[in-house]
C-alpha cells in the first residue's frame, strides 16, 4: 500500500523559512516523479516543484529562486526546502508520487498525472 505522510508546516512570519518533509512508503521510492503541490482555501490546487528519478526537477514560476526540491531516497524521504517565503504561499501542501516503480527522466508539473497523494500539511506565512 502506498502511504505518504508530509510534516514540516507551521506558521512563520513573511521571509522566514520552513522545510517540509514528505515519508514515503509502499513503493520502490527511488523511481518515479514525485512532487509538491499546495490548494490554498477556494483556489484549485497547483503545482509547486517536481523532482525526478535523476534528481532533475522543476519549479512553478511563483517560487523558482525561492523553493528547493530535493529528496533522499536512503531515508524514502522528500523535502520542500521554502526561503523567503511570502503571504500568498499559505496553504495546505501535499505531497504527492506520480506512479510506482515506473523510472521519471522528466518531471512533471500536471496534477493529473499524479496518483498517490498525501494528507497534506498546513503552511501559514503571516506579515
Known amino acids: 500500500q502506498v502511504r505518504l505522510r508530509e510534516s514540516g508546516g507551521g506558521s512563520v512570519q513573511v521571509g522566514g523559512s520552513l522545510r517540509l518533509s514528505c515519508e514515503a512508503s509502499?513503493?520502490?521510492?527511488?523511481?518515479?516523479?514525485m512532487g509538491w503541490f499546495r490548494q490554498a482555501p477556494g483556489k484549485e490546487r497547483e503545482a509547486v516543484a517536481a523532482?525526478?528519478?535523476?534528481?532533475?526537477?522543476g519549479y512553478a514560476d511563483s517560487v523558482k529562486g525561492r523553493f528547493t526540491i530535493s529528496k533522499d531516497n536512503a531515508k524514502n524521504t522528500l523535502y520542500l526546502l521554502m526561503n523567503s517565503l511570502k503571504p500568498e504561499d499559505t496553504s495546505i501542501y501535499y505531497c504527492?508520487?506520480?506512479?510506482?516503480?515506473?523510472?521519471?527522466?522528466?518531471?512533471?508539473?500536471?496534477?493529473?498525472?499524479?496518483?498517490?497523494w498525501g494528507q497534506g500539511t498546513q503552511v501559514t506565512v503571516s506579515s
Open positions: 523532482i525526478g528519478s535523476a534528481d532533475t526537477s
Open positions: 504527492a508520487a506520480v506512479a510506482t516503480g515506473v523510472y521519471c527522466d522528466a518531471p512533471t508539473l500536471n496534477k493529473y498525472e499524479y496518483a498517490h
Open positions: 509502499g513503493f520502490p521510492y527511488n523511481r518515479g516523479c
